[in-house]
């Protein structure tokens, strides 16, 4: 016999680094551990964003590939969508 679980909209996602707490510290430790600078390019110039494509982002993170993405292009349409509403946040005082 199966059984629903119900899940709290607190345990609904994991936040970036694993904690709520860390997440001020998230584009720092990518920044510091992975070659972010490198994958991201890669993965811009694999996208080969154009006039007029819409991206969509599902786990958008704290907004740094949004921000590459739109220098890379200005005219494509991105949409980021992220559980996080913390990441959001931060993803959105970047933009400004």
């Known amino acids: ?7 709290s909209q607190a345990d609904a996602h994991t936040p970036p680094l694993g904690h709520r707490a860390l997440t001020p510290l998230y584009d720092l430790a990518i920044a510091a551990i992975t ?20 991206i969509l982002d599902i786990g958008s993170g704290t907004g740094s590939l ?9 005219e494509a349409c991105y949409i980021g969508v992220d559980p996080d509403a913390d990441a959001v946040q931060r ?3 970047k933009a400004k």
Not at 1 to 7: G, P
């Open 1 to 7: 016999m199966s059984r629903a679980v119900k899940i």
């Open 35 to 54: 070659r972010e600078k490198k994958w991201r390019t890669a993965l811009i110039t694999a996208l080969a964003p154009s006039p007029g494509d819409r």
């Open 66 to 74: 949004a921000i590459a993405l739109h220098k890379a292009c200005p």
């Open 91 to 93: 993803a959105r005082e």
